[in-house]
């Protein structure tokens, strides 16, 4: 509706990130660490302090999105880095220099604009509409309020104007787009000749002295790995959800206490045609748009049933105009001002205008009103059970996360009594790799390496309940410990004669090779230097190629065309060498409109972050910043 949302995509992609977070506003570690230990800021921006509690909802939240893009591939020590960590914070301040700009500003976000760029995002849309439970039902899925979430967008739209002009407005000349797609698209006609180190093999004998000598310096290799069998005992809040009993009376009492949340207020359906009018429009320009719309309105008045043809052929919202105007229904509060007062004061069948906006003038047809209805307790019944066991849940793990870590440090020798308190079981892994440990574990690095400290392999003391998962606790404790052990040398004495012969053969081959190539670039026929190219193919700059190696691919591409024909050689991955003739430029195919128009765009986003980069580095070199690194880096 009028290109709101279209026109902040930044904002809508920070949003969406919100609300996929599965755990962004606390996360277990929250529940057991002491008030105390968020005492200490780890930064401040001018008189502006940057907490703890600040520092760790950023880190959570990063660690959240990770989690999402990785899968069991996520590995939570990633974030005990120190890069990492004074990164998230330099986000952190990044943010809170723009605020303190943005507030000498006197920035301001009305009531109106957010609840108009909310009731957009089609996330909380249902049947093309804004739908108030939706809404609550997806900011309750991630342990959100309204308020907190409505916060954070606010202050996302109050930055757009220090970020979006800079970071969204640079422009890039046709001929700049031009170039980089040229460069892009560019391919390179290479001919590909192999000299493979399998007939090398022959030529290569390996003494049993030499096995030896190699086994001996490099016998950490062929030891059988260490392996553990490990007890433990795995706490998530989404096990707790069954656990949780609800009375009839409390269901029907969430049910009465709260009848706003089950009211489906008013609707109306409305169409409009929009004549648009700049922000910056002069006064004749504005005279103009209201003198068009009060024509069209006139043109209504004698032939109302013209309304979406008229629409089509001169609205200027292009999310309503090819529908006829068609806005859909929508409740009080969801468009802005103006426009929400003239349809909540006309009738059906009405057609009223110009009504004056933001945007411009509307000429506005109600089709038709929707009467507020409250939703019977047995509509959403089940809606409130499945809410109020989420809530419970939540806070039962709370408690239950809190009373693990005690239970598991005071009864360090056993995670019985830990179970049993908590009402979960204690279960056993066969004998298992670190790798295999892990994957138990969820994926957790962190608890493989808790697993595996000294402490725990020596002492078999319970590990620490270290999260694996979003609202997921594990804790763990060593049974048994098989220490690394030496292969002897007679078992794999056959596999390091394997190697060592095709090392030989790859270093002979490569030598050989490398011969080839200089007759070649002395101006030898490839017959003269015993190679045989196959056919001349295109490689494209981001295509990979079998048998060409990314070094490879990179060497080609820099070669000066003026250069060409030319030859390259290197290492293959097969351990032979691999000479390359590179023989001709191919020139992409003109860009056609959307191509170039496309392109500009990248380049412009590009250089937009770096202008805004630039820009903000001012900013930071006019305030007074401090950091406290050792808190950053607290584990």
């Known amino acids: 509706m009028f290109d709101f949302v279209s026109n902040h995509k930044r904002i809508v992609q920070v949003v969406l990130a919100l609300i996929a977070l599965p755990f962004a506003f606390f996360g277990v570690d929250y529940y057991f660490r002491s008030g105390d230990a968020r005492a200490t800021d780890v930064a401040k921006v001018g008189d502006q302090a940057i907490t703890l509690a600040d520092f760790d909802q950023a880190l959570r939240e990063q660690q959240d999105r990770m989690r999402q893009q990785l899968g069991r591939n996520f590995d939570p020590a990633m974030f005990d880095n120190a890069e990492v960590r004074l990164s998230i914070l330099d986000q952190l301040i990044n943010q809170q220099l723009l605020l303190q700009k943005a507030q000498g500003e006197r920035f301001r976000v009305p009531d109106t604009q957010l609840q108009q760029f909310i009731a957009e995002l089609p996330v909380f849309q249902e049947n093309g509409r804004f739908s108030p439970e939706r809404y609550r039902q997806l900011l309750a899925a991630q342990n959100m309020s309204p308020l907190m979430f409505e916060s954070r967008v606010r202050q996302e739209l109050m930055l757009a104007p220090l970020q979006d002009p800079v970071a969204l407005g640079s422009v890039v000349a046709r001929g700049s787009a031009e170039r980089y797609i040229n460069l892009l698209e560019q391919q390179r006609e290479i001919a ?24 001996e310096a490099n016998a950490k290799a062929f030891e059988t790995p260490e392996q553990v069998r490990f007890e433990y005992i795995l706490l998530a809040q989404d096990s707790l959800v069954g656990q949780v009993a609800l009375e009839p009376a409390e269901v029907k009492k969430q049910y009465d206490e709260n009848a706003r949340q089950y009211t489906q207020g008013e609707e109306r359906k409305a169409a409009h045609i929009l004549i648009a009018v700049k922000p910056d429009a002069k006064d004749d320009e504005k005279a103009a748009a209201k003198k068009k719309a009060e024509d069209l309105l006139a043109q209504l008045k004698a032939a109302p049933q013209r309304f979406a043809e008229l629409a089509k052929a001169n609205s200027q919202d292009p999310g309503s105009a090819p529908q006829g105007g068609d806005l859909g229904s929508f409740a009080r509060g969801t468009m802005v001002k103006t426009f929400d007062d003239a349809v909540f004061a006309m009738k059906p069948g ?286």
Do not use: C, W
Request: net charge positive.
């Open 192 to 215: 590909l000749a192999v000299v493979e180190a399998e007939p090398f093999v022959k030529d290569v004998k390996v003494e049993d002295a030499d096995v030896k000598t190699f086994y």
């Open 350 to 635: 009405e057609i009223a205008g110009p009504v004056q906006s933001e945007f411009g003038y509307h000429v506005i047809r109600l089709d038709g009103v929707t009467p507020a209805k409250v939703r019977s307790f047995d509509e959403v019944k089940a809606q409130i059970e499945a809410d109020l066991r989420r809530q419970k849940a939540a806070q039962k793990f709370a408690a239950a996360a809190d009373q693990l870590q005690n239970l598991v440090y005071e009864q360090a020798d056993s995670l019985q009594g830990a179970a049993k308190a908590l009402g979960v079981e204690v279960k056993t892994s066969p004998l298992v790799t670190r790798t295999q440990a892990q994957a138990i574990a969820q994926g957790s690095a962190k608890f493989v390496q808790a697993l595996f400290s000294p402490e725990s392999l020596q002492s078999k003391r319970n590990t620490e309940a270290i999260e694996v998962g979003p609202n997921a606790l594990m804790a763990g404790r060593i049974a048994e410990h098989k220490p690394a052990a030496p292969r002897p040398l007679a078992e794999v004495a056959d596999e390091i004669r394997r190697q060592l012969v095709r090392k030989a053969a790859g270093e002979l081959a490569q030598q050989a090779g490398r011969e080839k190539l200089a007759l070649l670039e002395q101006g030898r026929s490839a017959k003269d230097a015993g190679v045989a190219f196959g056919k001349a193919v295109p490689l494209n700059r981001n295509q990979a190629q079998p048998g060409i190696s990314p070094e490879a691919l990179s060497r080609i591409f820099r070669l000066a065309p003026e250069s060409l024909p030319k030859y390259l050689g290197l290492p293959n991955e097969r351990g032979g060498f691999s000479i390359l003739r590179v023989e001709r430029v191919i020139p992409p195919q003109p860009a056609d409109a959307a191509k170039l128009a496309a392109a500009s765009t990248r380049l412009g986003e590009q250089l937009g972050r770096e202008l805004f980069a630039a820009d903000l580095a001012v900013i930071k070199a006019k305030t007074d910043v401090k950091i406290n690194q050792a808190n950053v880096l607290k584990k």
